[in-house]
């Protein structure tokens, strides 16, 4: 394509469609997450190409427009993109546009959509961790009148508790954009979404004591219903200090 005719998604689709070489066109980002696209909404595709196989289709690896990103990806480099990493969430919401494996592409996403249980709780542990240590470093700063670092640590505590949350679910945590969007449709259980969210907002925007440990009152409840009594014990009677008074 010319400068005056850039590749548009529509083409490259049809181009990739007609090469055996492809085995899987995936499609994430807005476009993949129905009502969050806009106007300065590009295609976000990923090319997966059957392993060893030699294809002209190379030369658009890196492609970037505002119109169309394209990845080219081995089979093998796809099966493995996200697990872990930042993909995974992007991944596991994408769009599979073409699968040339009779499903295989889609169990690949599926796969990606849903962290094994062991990942799940060793994940869970250790964001109940962090979630606690920025939850109390919050508390001890607005006690010692640090206001700005009591709200930072209290946006990090917010942070870190969607992401105990999601893999409590068993789930990777969804960007901050398609938070939202995500538990509009795939709630949390035991979870209300409209709490949950003023709660992290007002958390985040406030760092308000009262709030946080009215917050980690419920995460205490879940959390050792979930199983990780022995991280939340470990903070020994500094739990008093987080704990609703």
């Given at each position: 394509?010319?400068?005056?005719?850039?590749?548009?998604?529509?083409?490259?689709?049809?181009?990739?469609?007609?090469?055996?070489?492809?085995?899987?066109?995936?499609?994430?980002?807005?476009?993949?997450?129905?009502?969050?696209?806009?106007?300065?909404?590009?295609?976000?595709?990923?090319?997966?190409?059957?392993?060893?196989?030699?294809?002209?289709?190379?030369?658009?690896?890196?492609?970037?427009?505002?119109?169309?990103?394209?990845?080219?990806?081995?089979?093998?480099?796809?099966?493995?993109?996200?697990?872990?990493?930042?993909?995974?969430?992007?991944?596991?919401?994408?769009?599979?546009?073409?699968?040339?494996?009779?499903?295989?592409?889609?169990?690949?996403?599926?796969?990606?959509?849903?962290?094994?249980?062991?990942?799940?709780?060793?994940?869970?542990?250790?964001?109940?961790?962090?979630?606690?240590?920025?939850?109390?470093?919050?508390?001890?700063?607005?006690?010692?009148?640090?206001?700005?670092?009591?709200?930072?640590?209290?946006?990090?505590?917010?942070?870190?508790?969607?992401?105990?949350?999601?893999?409590?679910?068993?789930?990777?945590?969804?960007?901050?954009?398609?938070?939202?969007?995500?538990?509009?449709?795939?709630?949390?259980?035991?979870?209300d979404t409209g709490v949950l969210l003023r709660a992290v907002d007002d958390i985040s925007a406030t760092g308000d004591p009262a709030l946080q440990r009215n917050m980690f009152t419920l995460v205490?409840?879940?959390?050792?219903?979930?199983?990780?009594?022995?991280?939340?014990?470990?903070?020994?009677?500094?739990?008093?200090?987080?704990?609703?008074?």
């Amino acid at each position: 394509m010319t400068a005056q005719q850039p590749l548009t998604y529509d083409a490259f689709a049809e181009l990739a469609a007609s090469d055996p070489a492809v085995v899987g066109l995936v499609l994430k980002g807005s476009r993949a997450h129905d009502g969050m696209t806009t106007r300065h909404s590009d295609h976000d595709v990923y090319v997966v190409l059957a392993d060893d196989a030699t294809t002209d289709l190379t030369r658009f690896a890196g492609h970037r427009t505002a119109q169309l990103d394209l990845v080219v990806i081995s089979l093998s480099d796809f099966r493995a993109a996200g697990m872990p990493g930042f993909e995974r969430y992007a991944l596991a919401r994408a769009h599979v546009v073409l699968d040339r494996l009779d499903g295989g592409i889609a169990r690949m996403i599926a796969d990606k959509a849903s962290l094994e249980t062991e990942e799940a709780f060793r994940n869970a542990s250790d964001w109940l961790d962090a979630y606690a240590n920025s939850l109390y470093r919050s508390l001890k700063n607005h006690r010692d009148g640090q206001t700005l670092a009591a709200r930072l640590d209290a946006a990090d505590s917010a942070r870190f508790l969607l992401e105990l949350l999601f893999a409590t679910d068993r789930r990777p945590r969804p960007y901050n954009k398609y938070l939202e969007w995500e538990l509009s449709r795939h709630p949390l259980p035991g979870w209300d979404t409209g709490v949950l969210l003023r709660a992290v907002d007002d958390i985040s925007a406030t760092g308000d004591p009262a709030l946080q440990r009215n917050m980690f009152t419920l995460v205490e409840a879940a959390a050792r219903e979930a199983g990780h009594g022995d991280v939340l014990d470990a903070w020994g009677e500094d739990l008093y200090f987080m704990r609703t008074r």
